[in-house]
T-cell receptor
Framework: GAGVSQTPSNKVTEKGKYVELRCDPISGHTALYWYRQSLGQGPEFLIY????????DSGLPNDRFFAVRPEGSVSTLKIQRTERGDSAVYLC???????????FGPGTRLTVT | SQKIEQNSEALNIQEGKTATLTCNYT??????LQWYRQDPGRGPVFLLL?????KEKRKERLKVTFDTTLKQSLFHITASQPADSATYLC????????????FGTGTRLTIIP
């Protein structure tokens, strides 16, 4: 079956612009996670959804970052007034309810110039 | 402060030998510890999960140990092959109800033919 997909695969934007990153989880997976990975580092947790609600957004760095999952499937990570420090690979993962194994997408590489 | 350390940034092993990767953590009490493989330009792929009350877990050529007293996990690949070359990430699952993962920085393993 299809895995987790993320679009776009690459996004280059200018400092100060708004961007949206999309994640399509595996069908039937109720848990969805966003992580951010900088070069040479492991993924860093941003936010977790169980169904439609954000159950834990403690990893969002500031209020410029926001994520939604309105129908409990596709999720969008939104970044306002982008800064050069936001440049990273943004990874999405999904899992079954109560499951521990996470299935990751290929990531979106965001570059802020 | 809380910290996860993976033994070395890079490890070179001769083909056919056993590769051993180390994950040490401080000031965490994980319920589970997971190992993921990440290839360049791709998202992490789940390999193995070990629970806090388990000492060892095996899957084909892979073996993981978990010592909660030493706060250490060892990840072994036996009969290593060039195709095993990748970055390996350990991740702590504190299982606080949301299964979010806290990752180490990873070890880049190269198997030399």
């Amino acid at each position: 079956g299809a895995g987790v997909s993320q679009t776009p695969s690459n996004k280059v934007t200018e400092k100060g612009k708004y961007v949206e990153l999309r994640c399509d989880p595996i069908s039937g997976h109720t848990a969805l996670y966003w992580y951010r990975q900088s070069l040479g580092q492991g993924p860093e947790f941003l936010i977790y959804f169980q169904g439609t609600g954000a159950a834990d957004d403690s990893g969002l760095p500031n209020d410029r970052f926001f994520a939604v999952r309105p129908e409990g499937s596709v999720s969008t990570l939104k970044i306002q007034r982008t800064e050069r420090g936001d440049s990273a690979v943004y990874l999405c993962a999904s899992s079954l309810a109560g499951g521990h194994e996470q299935y990751f997408g290929p990531g979106t590489r965001l570059t802020v110039t | 402060s809380q910290k996860i350390e993976q033994n070395s940034e890079a490890l070179n092993i001769q083909e056919g030998k056993t590769a051993t990767l180390t994950c040490n953590y401080t000031n965490y009490s994980p319920a589970y510890l997971q190992w993921y493989r990440q290839d360049p330009g791709r998202g992490p792929v789940f390999l193995l999960l070990i629970r806090e009350n388990e000492k060892e877990k095996r899957k084909e050529r892979l073996k993981v140990t978990f010592d909660t007293t030493l706060k250490q996990s060892l990840f072994h690949i036996t009969a290593s092959q060039p195709a095993d070359s990748a970055t390996y990430l350990c991740a702590l699952d504190l299982s606080l109800g949301n299964e979010k993962l806290t990752f180490g920085t990873g070890t880049r393993l190269t198997i030399i033919p």
